[in-house]
């Protein structure tokens, strides 16, 4: 909860930097529909018009539950899929130009690793797609295993089969950064990891944050999204319904958490909700303007001792963002059937009309 000290109060200025950057990424209208089985079969679209725009240097987490669309928009960002419709771009250019892919990182939601090599020799392969070869090699791989927090003894020696599944996740963030890319996509780095997995993950990305890199990562682990990034989208059933910085996401819609003494109990009943006592002191939820709240409280002698606004967590928020999207969507679809009925005709079958 922050004290409220100016109606702006809820503005940071480091957030208000990041709107100068340029834009590092941009899709317009990016749409895709699988179409599988035999007769290629169109599902329902997995991304539905999505535009966004991603900015240099900051760190952008994609939120959804699952099957919203995140690794869909992933891929097609990176260019392993092709876009049903509209268009994505990095650094200027089409997603999947070949320049471009030699010049970014990313990390798969479930690498697959060969399971019988080592980590160094994992390492050194990825090296020479980028051709990477000799000394140059030997100090890029050892500098990754350091910033990665991967023991050099223990990944030259051990096969990546003995590996737990924070050291697998190190490795594969170790090949993402081999040839220090500017953009480093990051398909859920911190699933399946334990609080000190996950913390190391998050320390390795502040740190690619410091050297001015470029993240986009999906993630569900909201506590970590919410410690890390600069801004969010949430994306549901393919749908991008919010995008931001956390700060601004969270404080709006904002209320006020009141706490104080005396004053007329009829007159804080019409301006407070879930009113509460306790040791002498009333406390309650403000939907109103402050400053007219706090004018009113001096008219009828009330001490305030405490006005914070309440904004909610970013799980609270997401929850939120994705009950009311699908509430809206439910009353557009019960609108929708009685028309539906009325326009049902009935078929031919065999010369006769039957009802459907
Ligand atoms: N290769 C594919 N073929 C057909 N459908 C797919 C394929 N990949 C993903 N989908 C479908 O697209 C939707 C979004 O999937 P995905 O992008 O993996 O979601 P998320 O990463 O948010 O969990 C899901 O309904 C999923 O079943
Ligand atoms: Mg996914």
Aim: net charge positive; charged share 25%.
């Amino acid at each position: 909860m922050n004290a409220v000290s100016s109606p702006h109060s809820n503005v940071s200025p480091a957030s208000s930097a990041i709107i100068h950057k340029p834009t590092i990424i941009a899709t317009q209208d990016l749409r895709k529909v699988y179409r599988t089985g035999f007769w290629l079969k169109a599902a329902p679209p997995s991304l539905k018009q999505c535009s966004i725009e991603i900015y240099k240097g900051e760190t952008f987490g994609l939120l959804g539950p699952n099957g919203a669309g995140k690794t869909t928009l992933l891929k097609l960002l990176l260019g392993i899929i092709r876009p049903t419709a509209g268009a994505a771009t990095l650094m200027g250019e089409p997603a999947g130009d070949s320049e471009i892919k030699s010049r970014i990182g990313y990390l798969p939601e479930n690498p697959y690793f060969y399971d019988y090599l080592t980590g160094w020799e994992f390492l050194s392969y990825t090296a020479g797609l980028f051709g990477i070869s000799g000394q140059a090699k030997k100090r890029r791989i050892a500098e990754l295993l350091d910033l990665v927090q991967l023991d050099r003894i223990s990944a030259t020696k051990k096969q990546m089969r003995r590996y737990s599944k924070g050291m697998l996740q190190r490795v594969g963030m170790a090949q993402a950064l081999m040839n220090d890319p500017e953009i480093v996509f990051l398909d859920e780095p911190m699933s399946g990891l334990d609080p000190t997995g996950r913390f190391q993950v998050r320390e390795i990305i502040l740190s690619l944050k410091e050297q001015g890199k470029t993240l986009f990562f999906n993630s569900h682990v909201l506590s970590d999204v919410e410690k890390i990034c600069d801004r969010i989208a949430i994306l549901d059933q393919g749908d991008i319904i919010c995008i931001g910085e956390i700060e601004k996401l969270l404080g709006n819609p904002a209320h006020y958490q009141v706490k104080g003494h005396g004053g007329s109990l009829d007159i804080l009943d019409q301006w407070l909700c879930d009113i509460t006592f306790n040791d002498g002191y009333w406390q309650g939820s403000l939907y109103e303007n402050p400053f007219e709240f706090m004018a009113t409280a001096r008219l009828m002698n009330a001490h305030i001792a405490k006005l914070e606004i309440a904004k909610p967590t970013l799980e609270e928020f997401f929850i939120q963002q994705i009950r009311q999207r699908r509430e809206n969507a439910d009353k557009m679809s019960a609108e929708q059937i009685p028309k539906a009925k009325r326009s049902v005709k009935p078929r031919r079958l065999f010369g006769k009309l039957i009802a459907q």
